[in-house]
């Protein structure tokens, strides 16, 4: 029996559906899973002054910050992501004016602490931070049973924990960076926008980016232009002990806007698990990067070409 739950953090509304016998369970559940996706919020948001990401920004060069463990996870998780796509994604976009992160920030794992080269270093973990929150909203369903379930951030980043009953996975759909109602291209919930292709989550997440909701909030971090040349791009990744799915796909479907075509190819190529899907901005055609697996179906009259 499905359950759906809505509620609102992050900027975001977050939604769960769980698969479970008993309502009430469920209803509980969820409710612990939005009261975590809350926590979370204030400890990432750089819009919160007493948070840690917030209070990166007052320090001076040679001060030291301690973090909390999940500010410390998530800013640890986007800086391996940003030297692994070549700076791509970048939590320190805003202060960057041509220089390295390296050498804007530093962190010390013995002491779980961060200290800055200048002041006013920016953190912004807002391309990163909703599917950090679905990986320990998951995690904490599945400490209490509350699966197969089926979680979302927005209308960018969806999380499938298990799979319902008698399918290959829980079915959502990447829609049409053209429709009516532009920019919904990584849009999970209902839609006018056309339908290209579904894919089946079973223990993975999606993400997805375009920037005909809000042109040129996506942005090259290394000259600060506006990122062109795509229509929208999706990132799906697995879920495997140990590791952040949601914050990742989250983080590299902003870092394949950017990075295009080529940049995706090389990263998929590299890296086991990770899906990349490009659509160009004319073009209604898929392009895929890495394994699909069986889990990507476009629709008919959607031309799907693989990349190896």
Sequence with gaps: ?????HDHAMASPFRVVIAHRDPREAARAAAAAFAEAHRIEGELSRFTPASDIS???????GEALRLSPDPWACLSLALRVSAATGGAFDPLFRSRK??????LLRLHPSSRTVTVSREGVVVDLGAIGKGYALDRMAALLGELGAVPALL??????????????????????LRSPRGRRSGRSASFAGGDEP????????NRALSGSASR????????????????GVGA????????????????SDALSTAFFVAGPGGTRRFCARHKGVLGIITGVKQPGLTVFGQPRGILHPIRNTPRRISR
């Design 98 to 103: 041509g220089g390295r992160p390296a050498l």
């Design 233 to 248: 791009t999706w990132a799906s990744c697995a879920m495997r002990a140990g590791s952040a799915a949601g914050a990742l």
């Design 213 to 228: 909701l809000r042109p040129g909030h996506l942005r090259t971090p290394s000259s600060g232009l506006r990122a062109r």
């Design 55 to 61: 209070r990166i920004a007052s320090l001076k060069p």
């Design 152 to 173: 979302s951030a927005g209308d960018s980043t969806v999380l499938g924990l298990g799979a319902p009953p008698g399918t290959s996975g829980w079915r959502v759909a």
């Design 1 to 5: 029996m499905m359950h759906r739950f």
């Design 195 to 202: 339908i290209l292709a579904t894919v089946d989550l079973e």
